[in-house]
């Protein structure tokens, strides 16, 4: 063997040795345990970057790990390959999206290859492959015939420059992103999957997820947002119609001065009609953003209608107001405001010198601010009439029932969720497999004529969907009727395409039907791995998709991640690695420099993964030494680890009857590796490879002139080789065969700890009096109090620091410590 670490040797032997033994390639196999391992697929940029490394470094580990508990590990690798960046860099280097991204891909493929990832490439899928979209089409057909896909109108973003819709992080100070102009809110028709039927299940299945952050727990159940609440009847005067308002706190009813309606509202744009000034106010909403965050943040504005509604209960006026706040989309695009205990409806009472009427005091008496904005908690009810002096839960029921009572209201559960709307005026996605035929409406694509091909040779010359304008594809004929018909131009979101995906890695030549037993062999994924930014939208949709496969009879679980790990940040002083902030690492330089191991390492060792991560260069060279140190040591062990290997003498050799220092310093080695064992376990893998440092060290300072000294380094090195096997593989596959280990290190066991050598009689234990160190005595770890308390009064100098004392108790930290508190 070298005596150094030749790191570009080293890492391609072991590459090499992994893709002609086919190493990572995995089958179904029924006579053992299964462990799906995956990681959120990437979207193809084509270049690498720190937060790619770390997340799939994380992945990695575990997979190698399990794999060495003797499971059938299935890690794959696949590509989110539709979307946006695509069409933009067609349209800035005239080339096309298809073009691009398969370039991409091929790219970075090359990239994880060199960073020696355990993956069954024979898996490997693109989302843009119609041999992939053609199944998702066929799942939406199904959905569309059982209802569960329909088309509605609804409100999006409008670039009126570009001709195009524009998604939520496109809108930048409510200005397209590329064209600068003042965005509109346009109604059109789109697509919507019902995620609404699930919002029930998807809640309450929240709580099976133990393995999952609690964090992410609470985003998803936050963003179903289950509410109980009443649906408040206002009259209007003059008019035929009836408010219907959705409302969770009814205790707040009396507080209601006035009532906020969409500007797409009905009675909005019937009042406009006569009203010049209300019209071009109504107009002028359309130049707002539709998402939530925007709506919260914008500045509020209205404008009277001149309508009057009737308070149901005291029969008071209450003015109603166009607000540009208030969406059609959400409830029934009316809001009873109550500016006293609502911030928004506040801050715009504010601005229109609306009434403020407290209604609720805080629990415990004192008047509130008002120059601090409204009171929002719950409390006791004042002005208020009948209802005075109930506390805010007791008056929601009463007031709730009251309503009821009167036919004014009912009382109703609500989620925030909406329907998922996957229609996307974009070119590069999945074609929506509808089309429409003037007498029959909207048909779904027969399976037959599956996939809807997307046209791939098309060059992009503006921003938006080219579909519209290709006859060749648009023109079809009617599967019903057999007259012209016109296809659905829109295509689907790509959340579509990664709701499922991890589905068909199990199946990813199967040309008969979407998925087949081997899902339901490796489904669902045991371990996944992923950024935080995922929790609520990717996350909500997969778990939604598996139930609607569940439903179609194509997956016979209810969740499809059993365990979720969401890995931290990559920071550079103190701040995501960005373009803009000039602070990136790109890691294929490192890589060359140092290897994928050093990379590997320092990725894991810098934090635990489900932390944020400080980049340090001097901890990346600490991680490379730490690894020549390795290879130099084992270099200087190799011939006496040879000679036992060839002879099997280890297998026979019986530590028993070796001296108490060895055995002492096994014990350590044990020790070591029992953390290590506990640590990975709970992928805590920082701390692994502090073990293994640890390790190292302790090897290096055994004497050699110990008794039974090859043995011990013997069981030392196979330790320390098996658990950086997952973190630095490389090494450890070229370690391994140098110093003749049987089998390769891929296929070997990982260890465990002997249970006699993490044994050991006796310790030495700390004995403090009233928390001061008086003595160490020598005793049984488990050694109990009476025990101890016996060596104690045999002991010179604990007894003198007793001298005169009561014992009043003490206390115990096994294997460690004894404090005796004495008077
Ligand atoms: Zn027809």
């Known amino acids: 063997m070298e005596e150094e ?125 119609p041999d992939y979209y053609r199944w998702e089409q066929w799942l939406f057909t199904r959905l569309y015939r059982k209802g569960l896909a329909y ?20 809108v930048v100070d409510g200005r397209g992103w ?47 947002g289950f509410s109980k609440g009443v649906s408040v009847h206002f009259k209007v005067v003059d008019s035929k119609q009836n408010l219907q308002v959705y409302t969770t706190r009814p205790d707040t009813l009396m507080g209601v001065t006035y009532i906020a309606i969409a500007a797409e509202h009905p009675l909005a744009q019937q009042q406009a009609a006569d009203h010049p000034e209300l019209k071009a106010f109504i107009e002028s909403c359309a130049n707002t953003q539709v998402s939530e965050a925007a709506l ?18 005291t029969q008071e006026p209450l003015p109603i107001w166009v607000a540009n706040f208030v969406l059609m989309d959400y409830g029934s695009g009316a809001i009873m405001s109550v500016p006293a205990h609502d911030q928004r409806d506040f801050e715009f009472a504010k601005a229109y010198d609306l009434t403020i009427k407290t209604v609720i005091q805080p629990p415990a008496g004192e008047p509130w601010d008002y120059s601090q904005g409204a009171y929002t908690e719950p409390g006791i009810l004042i002005n208020s009439g009948e209802f005075d002096q109930l506390g805010s839960a007791q008056a929601c029921e009463m007031i709730a029932q009251k309503l009821e009572n009167q036919g004014k209201g009912e009382q109703q559960t609500h989620y925030r969720l909406r329907d998922w709307g996957v229609s996307r005026q974009r070119y590069w996605g999945t074609p929506i497999p509808i089309i429409h035929c003037p007498d029959c409406g909207p048909v779904a694509v027969p399976d037959d004529q599956l996939p809807v091909r997307l046209p791939e040779d098309v060059t992009l010359t503006e921003p938006g ?40 890695y199990a199946c990813p030549d199967q040309t008969k039907s979407m998925l087949d037993d081997r899902t339901n062999y490796w489904a669902p994924v045991d371990q996944y791995v992923g950024g935080i930014e995922h929790a609520v939208m990717h996350l909500l949709y997969a778990r939604f998709f598996h139930k609607l496969l569940r439903d179609e009879n194509l997956v016979n679980s209810n969740e499809p991640f059993i365990n979720l790990l969401t890995q931290g940040m990559v920071l550079k002083d103190g701040a995501k690695m960005s373009k803009s902030k000039g602070n990136v690492v790109a ?18 060792f810098a934090s635990p993964p489900d932390q944020s991560l400080e980049w340090s260069d001097s901890a990346v060279e600490g991680c490379h030494r730490f690894l020549k140190r390795l290879w130099q040591f084992s270099h200087t062990q190799q011939t006496s680890i040879m000679q036992l290997n060839k002879s099997d003498a280890t297998v026979h050799f019986n530590w028993t009857n070796t001296t108490t220092e060895t055995q002492k310093y096994r014990h350590t080695i044990h020790q070591i590796l029992n953390q290590a064992n506990k640590d990975i376990s709970r992928l805590q893998l920082n701390t692994v490879v502090s073990a293994a440092m640890k390790l190292l060290n302790y090897l290096q300072k055994i004497p ?58 006796e310790v030495e234990w700390v004995i403090q009096v009233n928390g001061k160190k008086r003595a160490t005595i020598v005793a049984a770890p488990d050694a109990d109090e009476e025990n101890l308390l016996q060596l104690v009064h045999q002991n010179e100098k604990a007894q003198h620091a007793l001298q005169e004392m009561t014992i009043l108790k003490c206390i115990r930290v096994p294997g460690k410590l004894l404090n005796i508190v004495a008077r």
């Open 151 to 170: 088309k509605k109108n609804a409100t999006v973003n409008w670039d009126p420059v570009d001709q195009t819709v524009l998604a939520n992080e496109q």
């Open 704 to 761: 050699t002139e110990t008794a039974d000294y090859p043995y011990l380094i013997h069981e030392g090195l196979t330790f320390l080789l098996s658990i950086l096997a997952p973190i630095t593989p490389h090494i450890c596959h070229a370690l391994w065969s140098e110093l003749a280990f049987a089998n390769t290190i891929i296929h070997s066991k990982w260890p465990r700890a002997a249970h006699e050598a993490l044994k050991i009689s």
């Open 178 to 224: 590329r064209s600068g102009a003042l965005v509109e809110r346009r109604e059109i028709s789109q697509w919507f999957i019902k995620i609404t039927d699930y919002a029930e299940e998807l809640l309450r299945d929240l709580d099976k997820l133990e393995g999952w952050p609690q964090q992410v727990i609470t985003m998803q159940r936050n963003w179903i």
């Open 296 to 313: 919260a943040t914008m500045e509020k504005k209205g404008m009277v209608t001149g309508l009057v509604a009737i308070h149901p209960l």
């Open 465 to 504: 969907s080219p579909l519209a304008n290709i006859p060749e594809f648009y023109h079809t004929t009617c599967p019903k009727c057999g007259q012209p018909a016109t296809r659905e131009t829109d295509t689907f979101d790509t959340f579509v395409e990664s709701s499922w995906y991890y589905t068909r």
């Open 5 to 129: 670490y030749q790191v570009a040797s080293v890492e391609q032997q072991a590459q090499r040795y992994w893709q002609e033994h086919q190493s990572f390639k995995v089958k179904e196999n029924l006579s053992k345990e299964k462990f799906y391992c995956l990681c959120m697929f990437p979207y193809p940029s084509g270049q690498l970057h720190m937060g790619h490394v770390r997340n799939y470094t994380i992945g990695d580990v575990i997979a190698r790990y399990q794999r060495m508990l003797g499971k059938e590990v299935l890690q794959p690798m696949g590509w989110d390959a539709f979307g946006l960046p695509a069409e933009n860099a067609a349209l800035k280097h005239q080339v096309s999206p298809a073009a691009w991204t398969h370039q991409n891909i091929d790219q970075m493929r090359a990239q994880f290859k060199r960073l020696g990832f355990a993956y069954d490439w024979s898996r490997e899928l693109k989302t843009c492959d």
């Open 587 to 604: 890691p294929l330089p490192l890589i060359e420099k140092y290897g994928a191991d050093t990379v590997r390492l320092f990725i894991i």
